[in-house]
Nanobody, 119 residues
Framework: QVQLVESGGGLVQAGGSLRLSCVASGSIFRINAMGWYRQAPGKQRELVAAVTSDGSTNYADSVKGRFTISRGDAKTTVYLQMNSLKPEDTAVYYC?????????????WGKGTLVTVSS
């Protein structure tokens, strides 16, 4: 069974920084991509940033230049460095992984970590 566990959320003032971490564990054969999504109250979940197995990255326009996604050396960890945070970045941030495990290729989600940016 595969688990994704996020950490690093919290309360920060506008203009501040936070670093989110996500660790994937379990019977993992290959990770195709990992990413971060967020869901603000009353809004749909949206992609924030993603990184593929070859290191390619993709960002939402709203976070380009402020957020950076990266992988750990073991490739089962993904980070999201968030700088110049804005109140509109307030949301629950979810880690996502597209990977091969025992049942085959599946998409997994973490339980989320809350980021609150005060003005």
């Amino acid at each position: 069974q595969v688990q994704l566990v996020e950490s690093g959320g919290g309360l920060v003032q506008a203009g501040g920084s936070l670093r989110l971490s996500c660790v994937a564990s379990g019977s993992i054969f290959r990770i195709n991509a990992m990413g971060w999504y967020r869901q603000a109250p009353g809004k749909q979940r949206e992609l924030v940033a993603a990184v593929t197995s070859d290191g390619s990255t993709n960002y939402a326009d709203s976070v380009k230049g402020r957020f950076t996604i990266s992988r750990g050396d073991a490739k089962t960890t993904v980070y999201l460095q968030m700088n110049s945070l804005k109140p509109e970045d307030t949301a629950v941030y979810y880690c996502n992984a597209d990977l091969y495990s025992g049942p085959g290729r599946m998409n997994y989600w973490g339980k989320g970590t809350l980021v609150t940016v005060s003005s």
